[in-house]
């Protein structure tokens, strides 16, 4: 009798010490981990994208800012005290750790003529007092100069904004994040204080980076010791046993805790995707533990002492166990497909985390399970008289059921062309954080958040002063302006129409480009000399002036929006002036592709991780006819559950592109273990009613557990204010739910339906 015992329970202090070394020595890596939280996290070194926006920003002065909004209650921006606020702060924030430009409506670089001289100036000057007469001119140049109007000041003086350009050193950490927004906030609540009429928006890639941070450190804080509470209150209220919730629990624990170890030793760092580790892999654990300790309490529920029962459990579902764990990592382990580093780092430490929880469940649970006071459960009839009654539900109506979800399945399988790829950024965030409250204020009364910058390239160095780019530059820009998705177009040859007027005496007749090459070089030459510090045209012109950038400011557009209007200005560009070169980048860009791209390779792979997954399946089940059962009923909840979103939703974000193939690995669960128990009743000589009834005895209500925690770990992720986060929740625990009714309703059906089949073949 004791040489048949598992060995966890014939040397259970040898297996404890070796597991307590193992989760020390993994543990041990969590002081390896950090935190990132840069928008660059979500792109691969090899990113057509990213490697456009980076030769961009080494051609020109870097772009990533904090935009700072500055809203007066009145709606007036042209007042004494507002622009003096605006001049102070625009000083002030010289001081912004890695800053490199400011540029405000104070400091805004006005140009006219003076006799035969170049006036440059600041358009809010010290030396100018602030009366009316000046208020009225510093008005009446912001309002009509269109180098700032609708990007620095709206165009009716309600609200103006202060640019922080910042050069960030390579690599970027969280740490200089952190300090950028933290002398900007000291900043802001220090000119608050003195100006409690004023409201401040905090806006741009810094304040996009910082919130992507902090959403994601919230989340750690608040839904992972939620979701331990709401395991822990299911479990017991479930089991009607504190001792079954203690034992889930600390392996739950062991399970994260030796993740995020793993993942300092390895450098992985965590990330806003990354984050959701220890929240997803609490979920998925929990399977493990309630199978085996459902497994446990129908043995002693049976008359099986408590050293029997665990025997039992643990001969009955050591395979299922494993099979089922190594289907889940498999289906994570697709998002090494994935376009985007993040995804792939939670794909591969979410596998590592499911497979040491199995690991842990079959050892250190069943110790645990030993060495406390378990009793025979006094609740267990109840719960299978229900699933008894469920069986025969399904026995008596199983041709309505197979049929009625053969034909929702093709309803839904319609429905799935109404889902699109679209990403939108600003909407990654819910519209009770800060970001997008500021983003949503900026674009309706300011400016957007949305960027496309555009270079325009000449033949040769000094290629941007000849008439003929500039006219090109110049038709470009005023196109530009006329797309309907377009809010402002920050452009070079504004500046030199401005000059040129101003070299001839501030004649508005004179308002256009140079004629000459010499002309326009020697405006230009002349302006430079005359910027201040941090001023300068790096930010427009490369270095040799062999390229132009221009800047256009657009409202929050969805990712399919964004590529139409480059694909539409690059045609547009290569039809009128084929002998320039245009291309665009920005990280609204980056973001916009990287859905796309992560979609099509997904979708390559969801196959691939299909065929597995089933040659896995007949593998263990040792049946063509059950392996080809479990794949069909593991392949309607993800159509199903992306068929409904296609018809309430419709659009499919850079989270929801990994979800068929994460949830893939996740709803096999229910499948192994039902057809597990199945085909154990085959075995045993019972007929397939009969095995029908035996796998609704023994596995249903350990089915209905799981679904029940799986469904409410991930709804947990619904409370995030990160709507990658939210959607994800949303539309996993939507397909685990339908994966449920699925195999409760719709796998036996198909059994028994098949069942019948097969006895007929085998009469004839």
């Known amino acids: 009798m004791t040489s048949s015992r598992p060995f966890v329970l014939r040397h259970p202090w040898s297996v404890l010490s070796a597991l307590l070394l193992i989760i020390a020595l993994f543990s041990a890596g969590l002081n390896q981990l950090y935190f990132r939280g840069d928008y660059r996290i979500f792109f691969g070194p090899d990113n057509p994208q990213l490697q456009a926006f980076e030769q961009m920003q080494q051609e020109f002065n870097k772009s990533d800012n904090v935009l700072i909004g500055i809203a007066p209650k009145d709606r007036n921006v042209f007042q004494a005290d507002v622009l003096q606020l605006v001049q102070d702060f625009t000083n002030a924030a010289w001081q912004t750790p890695y800053s490199i430009r400011i540029d405000s409506i104070s400091n805004f670089q006005h140009t006219e003529a003076e006799d035969d001289d170049l006036r440059v100036q600041d358009l809010v000057s010290a030396e100018r007092t602030l009366d009316d007469a000046e208020l009225a001119r510093i008005r009446d140049i912001a309002l009509n100069e269109p180098i700032i109007r609708d990007r620095l000041i709206a165009a009716d003086g309600a609200v103006t904004a202060i640019n922080i350009t910042v050069q960030l050193p390579e690599p970027t950490g969280q740490a200089q994040v952190d300090e950028i927004w933290s002398a900007v906030m000291a900043l802001t609540d220090q000119f608050a204080a003195q100006y ?28 992972v010791p939620m979701m331990l509470l709401v395991i822990a209150l299911m479990l017991a209220w479930l089991f009607r046993s504190f001792y079954a919730s203690l034992v889930t629990i600390i392996i739950l624990i062991v399970s994260v805790v030796s993740t995020l170890g793993i993942a300092g030793w390895l450098g992985i760092f965590m990330s806003t995707a990354t984050v959701n580790v220890p929240t997803i892999l609490m979920t998925l654990a929990v399977a493990d533990s309630v199978h085996l300790l459902a497994g446990m309490q129908f043995a002693m529920s049976e008359g099986k002492s408590k050293q029997q029962a665990i025997q039992y459990s643990l001969e009955r579902n050591w395979l299922p166990v494993v099979i089922t764990s190594v289907t889940t990592a498999i289906g994570f382990l697709t998002l090494n497909f994935s376009e985007v580093p993040i995804l792939r780092d939670l794909g591969n430490l979410t596998a590592i985390g499911v497979v040491l929880a199995c690991i842990f469940s079959l050892t250190l649970l069943p110790l645990l399970m030993n060495a406390l006071p378990f009793h025979e459960p006094d609740h267990v009839e109840s719960g299978l008289n229900a699933m008894d009654k469920l069986a025969l539900f399904v026995i008596r109506w199983q041709r309505p059921i197979m049929f009625g979800f053969i034909a929702i399945t093709i309803v839904c399988s319609g429905l799935l062309t109404l889902n699109k790829v679209n990403d939108e950024p600003n909407e990654y965030f819910s519209t009770s954080t800060s970001f997008r409250q500021s983003n949503d204020f900026l674009e309706e009364n300011l400016s957007g958040f949305t960027l496309m910058d555009f270079e325009v390239k000449g033949d040769g160095e000094g290629a941007v002063y000849q008439p003929e780019m500039l006219l090109a530059v110049a038709q470009f820009s005023d196109w530009l302006v006329e797309q309907p998705e377009v809010m402002h177009v920050n452009t070079f040859t504004d500046i030199l129409k401005k000059l040129n007027r101003n070299m001839h005496q501030d004649d508005p007749a004179y308002y256009r480009l140079p004629h000459s090459t010499e002309e326009a070089a020697q405006y230009i030459l002349l302006y430079e000399m005359s910027l201040p510090f941090g001023l300068d045209l790096n930010n427009q012109l490369n270095i040799d002036k062999s390229a132009t950038r221009l800047s256009a400011t657009l409202y929050n557009l969805g990712s399919k929006e964004l590529i139409a209007l480059e694909e539409r200005a690059l045609a547009h560009f290569a039809e009128q002036w084929p002998e320039y070169q245009l291309s665009a980048a920005s990280a609204a860009l980056m973001f916009a592709h990287i859905g796309e791209r992560n979609m099509a390779s997904m979708l390559k792979t969801l196959p691939a991780a299909l065929v597995l997954i089933s040659l896995l399946l007949l593998f263990t089940l040792r049946s063509w006819r059950l392996g080809l059962i479990s794949l069909l009923t593991n392949l309607v909840p993800a159509i199903i559950g992306f068929g409904l979103w296609g018809l309430l939703v419709g ?9 068929a193939g994460m949830s893939l690995g996740i709803i096999v669960d229910d499948t192994v273990h039902f057809l597990t128990k199945y085909r154990y009743a085959r075995k045993e000589g019972q007929d397939n009613e009969q095995a029908v009834r035996f796998a609704f005895h023994s596995v249903g209500r350990a089915l209905w557990i799981t679904t029940l925690v799986l469904v409410s770990g991930f709804a947990v992720l619904m409370l995030s204010s990160f709507r990658l986060n939210f959607d994800m929740g949303l539309l996993t625990s939507s397909i685990i739910l339908v994966a449920l009714i699925i195999d409760l309703l719709f796998l036996p059906a198909v059994l028994l339906q098949v069942g019948k089949f097969g006895r007929a073949k085998h009469a004839k």
């Open 651 to 659: 659009e499919v974000n850079l989270a929801l592109s990994v979800v």
């Open 196 to 223: 409690p009429d004023v409201e401040f928006y905090h806006t741009g890639i810094i304040a996009m980076n910082y919130a992507f941070a902090s959403e994601a450190e919230a989340d750690v804080k608040r839904l």
